[in-house]
Each structure stands twice: as C-alpha cells, then as structure tokens.
C-alpha cells in the first residue's frame, strides 16, 4: 500500500514562492515517474508536472519556466518548486504517480490529503 503525505503549501501574494514536499512510502515509488497534480474549485484533477527516477521532466505549458519538480530518491520525497505563482496557480495540490501533463490519474487508488495553495492578488 502507497502513502503519500504532502506538504508546504499556503497563501501567498502573487509573485511569490512556494516549495512542496511529498513524501512516499511503500512499493513502487523508486521505479516509478512521479508527479505533481493540481485542482482548482469546480475543475478536475490534472497532472502539470513530473518526472522520472533517472531526473527526466515533464511540464505543462502554464508552469513551465516558473515550476521545477525534482526528486531524492534516497528519502522517497519528491519536491515542486514553484516561483512567480499568480492566482490561476490557485489550487490543491497533491503528488502520485504520473507522466502524461493533463491525465487525471483516476488510475490510482491512493492518494493523500494535499496541499492547498492558495494565491492572492
């Protein structure tokens, strides 16, 4: 069984920064891609950043240049560093496995608690 336990999330004005952790434990997390999901009040769940065991990215268009995911395979923690957040950045964000910017991840059963971020103008 997969647990997922994020963290580091909060308000913060437009432009600022935020860096979150998740940490993974059980099976299959040292092999697999991992990545950062978002969702937004009345929308669904979308993966908009992840990355392989060997260091690989993947973005969507709205964070590119502004988020960076990378992870420490030794402590199972995988971390997204976001920097000139703006409202639409506005969202619970949770971590779990993933490759594909968009999927929804419907394909996993486990998921932890989030975190919420939470931009202000």
């Known amino acids: 069984q997969v647990q997922l336990v994020e963290s580091g999330g909060g308000l913060v004005q437009a432009g600022g920064s935020l860096r979150l952790s998740c940490v993974a434990s059980g099976s299959g997390f040292s092999i697999s891609a991992m990545g950062w999901y978002r969702q937004a009040p009345g929308k669904q769940r979308d993966l908009v950043a992840a990355i392989t065991r060997a260091g690989r990215t993947n973005y969507a268009d709205s964070v590119k240049g502004r988020f960076t995911i990378s992870r420490d395979n030794a402590k199972n923690t995988v971390y997204l560093q976001m920097n000139n957040l703006n409202v639409e950045d506005t969202a619970l964000y949770y971590c779990?496995?993933?490759?594909?910017?968009?999927?929804?991840?419907?394909?996993?059963?486990?998921w932890g608690q989030g975190t919420q971020v939470t931009v202000s103008s």
């Open positions: 779990n496995q993933g490759w594909t910017i968009g999927s929804k991840g419907d394909e996993y059963d486990y």
